[in-house]
């Protein structure tokens, strides 16, 4: 019997490829390695991008995503499970089935719904997607990381944002966090709700800057405190601080928005501290 190396959580990823290495498989790749975990990498869609614009996505077959994971879950122990952007509704369909074989095995949902083509098309793909998600994959869910624009297509009944976050841990999820519920011309707010009704606010700094990748950054680095052991409570605060010092020491390397630096801890230039505000 296999003796394995538990010091090094393994993590795996169910995402997009992004050629511009901003955000998908490669933040989450980069932000797990960063925070000491192992991420096994499973590719849910292949996107033609650069750092300003999205010009296509084509979803990998579902059959091909299952292989994928499935080989992975039976080779290492896999502590958390980590999902972005899903390709299609079949994509969800296999996760969906994926995810009922390992139930122990908490899952940090980025809910991204970003998709191709004419606006209509697009429009229409995304809420079949987000209501598959929704019905799927939430009630699977140990945390879900929307934004503000994400949620309230969740919440779509609500009027305002803690009754959509109601709406949303309605449906299922144990803990969701969304990220810029307020924001001043100083400081932007994030918001944590759990299924015990507590509700806890994030104030932090808010940066001058345009980057992308932030929500990949961030439910990947709260995958990796919560594969370390962290509370919930700490692995939501750790990721966010994490998540803040990525995006200030983010880089120009294209002529759209910049790239997190997620190794900024390596760079001897880099040395602003946490800008967390009481």
């Known amino acids: 019997m296999s003796h394995f190396q538990t010091n090094t959580p393994v993590v795996m990823s169910f995402s997009n490829l992004d050629p511009s290495g901003s955000a998908g498989i490669q933040a989450d790749i980069e932000t ?7 991420c096994t990498p499973v590719i849910t869609s292949l996107w033609a991008k650069d750092t300003a614009e999205l010009k296509e996505i084509v979803p990998v ?7 994928q994971a499935r080989v992975i879950l039976e080779d290492m122990p896999v502590k958390v499970i980590k999902i972005g952007h899903l390709g299609s509704i079949e994509n969800i369909e296999a996760i969906h089935s994926i995810l009922s074989d390992y139930p122990n095995i908490d899952v940090v949902l980025d809910p991204v719904s970003t998709y191709s083509g004419d606006e209509e098309r697009s429009a229409m793909v995304m809420n079949q997607m987000n209501q598959a998600m929704e019905s799927l994959l939430l009630p699977q869910a140990t945390i879900i990381t929307p934004d503000l624009v994400e949620a309230q297509n969740m919440g779509r009944q609500a009027d305002t944002i803690d009754a959509c976050a109601m709406e949303i841990l309605e449906m299922g999820c144990e803990n969701l966090l969304i990220a810029g519920t307020s924001r001043n011309q100083t400081s932007i707010e994030n918001r944590l709700y759990r299924q015990d009704g507590s509700k806890k606010s994030y104030q932090w700094e808010r940066l001058g800057i345009v980057s992308h990748g932030s929500g990949s950054t961030l439910s ?13 409570l700490d692995a939501v605060e750790q990721g966010q601080n994490f998540t803040w010092h990525a995006l200030a020491h983010s880089r120009q390397l294209g002529m759209g928005q910049r ?3 997620r190794f900024y801890w390596a760079d001897k230039n880099a040395s602003a501290s946490s800008r967390k505000l009481q």
């Open 259 to 261: 790239t997190p630096n």
């Open 220 to 232: 990947a680095s709260i995958a990796a405190y919560l594969a370390h052991e962290l509370r919930m």
């Open 61 to 67: 077959d579902p059959s091909l995503l299952i292989e």
């Open 32 to 38: 797990l390695a960063s925070l000491g975990c192992h």
